[in-house]
Nanobody, 116 residues
Framework: QVQLVESGGGLVQAGGSLRLSCAVS????????IGWYCQVPGKQRELVAD???????NYADSVKGRFAISRDNAKNTVYLQMNSLKPEDTAVYYC??????????WGQGTQVIVSS
């Protein structure tokens, strides 16, 4: 199984930036897709961005041009750089690892609060 540990959340003013980190217990190359999701109370978890083993990235329309997903293979870490943050970005952000070989793991989440 894969363990994921998120960090980097916090309180930031609108227009500010945060960088979330997702430490993966194995090389991201062995995982087909690593994604960042967000969830607010009462709503389903939504995809924010993901990156596949070929380094192809995908973003929700609401974050295009503001967020960037990347990974450091040497550190087994995936990042989510969040710029120009808006109050509506406030959520708990989760990292997910998915593999066609049966991996579907979630981290514990990290809270992001954007004040207006």
């Amino acid at each position: 199984q894969v363990q994921l540990v998120e960090s980097g959340g916090g309180l930031v003013q609108a227009g500010g930036s945060l960088r979330l980190s997702c430490a993966v217990s194995r090389s991201p190359f062995s995982i087909n897709i690593i994604g960042w999701y967000c969830q607010v109370p009462g709503k389903q978890r939504e995809l924010v961005a993901d990156i596949n083993s070929g380094d192809n990235t995908n973003y929700a329309d609401s974050v295009k041009g503001r967020f960037a997903i990347s990974r450091d293979n040497a550190k087994n870490t995936v990042y989510l750089q969040m710029n120009s943050l808006k109050p509506e970005d406030t959520a708990v952000y989760y990292c997910n690892a998915f593999s066609i070989r049966g991996i579907n793991a979630w981290g514990q989440g990290t809270q992001v609060i954007v004040s207006s």
